[in-house]
């Protein structure tokens, strides 16, 4: 068992990789969930995650994090995930609540708690994660890795060199990378070999709430793709989440990556130092490279059901309603 904390920015990817985690609860331990200003504004995510966490029947503290970037704008992704973060489901009674500690404190409090040293999946900026590393360095040797979404090992999606989570704040990026914890890195290429066909979304359709709620994402989240004469999705931070739970069906190497801050095109891109030379650096990051797509996909369809079967056995949420 692994026990683990989530930091994200729902976002439609965000919220099928909280559930993923969730419905996996015999392989991980989900001991709460922070929040990044990211795909859209801090409020906007924050209550979506309350909105995953009422659907899916589970109860998990949730604190809010940093609501900017450390030294950048917020610039957030309606186009990608509309105007809420999480457009298309809509949920209506959302009773859970905040932790009243801020996330950055939330997340040092649990990890200092645990007895096991905490994996930490991030989903978004790495805003809060750099905050944690600066404030309460004495973190660091709790921490085992850090399985994160983010980067790219050759092209961006937010500009041309650079992936959004690592655009939106470099530098937050920058000091997770030179923080010393081992990083398993899922980028933009890893993602979209991760992609749901859009002909697979109708098997959510009519088989309980959980999987009508995925339904609802993923024909709001296809548009794009389906703008861009793509046939599938990539589920981005699902990747994280499912190499914790199936490293097999991944192929990975070991790299040095570092973080750009400066360039005029190339600011937030991740470099992954592919040379084979004398006086290399140290490798800091386990680069997910591939990923068995038919695999992924029955994975993360299987967990949407077991949430579905969970809930159908939950009296309490079956009063709530
Ligand atoms: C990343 O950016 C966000 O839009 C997604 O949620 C994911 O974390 C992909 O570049
Ligand atoms: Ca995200």
Redesign the pocket.
Known sequence: MRNILID????H??ALAIMLALANSDQLKVLGITTVG??QTLEKVSENVLKVLTVAGKKVPVAKGAAKPLINPLKVAPKAHGDSGMDGPVVDKVTLGYESKNGVEFLKDQILASEQRITVVA??PLTNIALLLKTFPEVKERIACIAL?GGSFSSGNATAAAEF?FYIDPHAAYMVFHSGIPIIQAGTEVSQAAGILHSEIGRFLGKGRVSDFVYDLLQFYSRFSKGLNSDRSPV??ACPVMYLLHPEIFTSKDYYVDIELQGEFTAGMSITDKRVWYNMPEPNTTVLLDVDRDKFIQYLTEAIFILDKERKGNRDIKKAE
């Open positions: 994200c920015d729902p976002g990817d965000d990211g795909n989903l978004g979404m989570n981005f931070d």
